[in-house]
Nanobody, 116 residues
Framework: QVQLVESGGGLVQPGGSLRLSCAAS????????MKWYRQAPGKERELVAF????????DYADSVKGRFTISRANDKRTVYLQMNSLKPEDTAVYYC?????????WGQGTQVTVSS
């Protein structure tokens, strides 16, 4: 079955960096676009970044453009989110997502807290 497992979250000071990873299994990873979402307390889940199946296209929410970079390693079945210049408003649970055969799949999430 499809599994998405995020890692790499933690506590970081404003201006710091983190790299999130999402390890995928149970489907043809190289054929699927991948996304990162986040959800802050009391807010709706929002799309952060998107990457095409061959990394031919990427896109970002305006709030993270120029600070976050999404990438993937198809040989490792892993998608990454490099987050630089982190701000307190980036605090959220970050989720990996894909869609396959008309079904949505989510990871369990990883907490990112930006605080001094």
């Amino acid at each position: 079955q499809v599994q998405l497992v995020e890692s790499g979250g933690g506590l970081v000071q404003p201006g710091g960096s983190l790299r999130l990873s999402c390890a995928a299994s149970g489907f043809t990873f190289s054929a699927n676009a991948m996304k990162w979402y986040r959800q802050a307390p009391g807010k709706e889940r929002e799309l952060v970044a998107f990457i095409g199946s061959a990394a031919e296209i990427t896109d970002y929410a305006d709030s993270v453009k120029g600070r976050f970079t999404i990438s993937r390693a198809n040989d490792k079945r892993t998608v990454y989110l490099q987050m630089n210049s982190l701000k307190p408003e980036d605090t959220a649970v970050y989720y990996c997502y894909t869609r396959r055969r008309f079904r949505d799949y989510w990871g369990q999430g990883t907490q990112v807290t930006v605080s001094s």
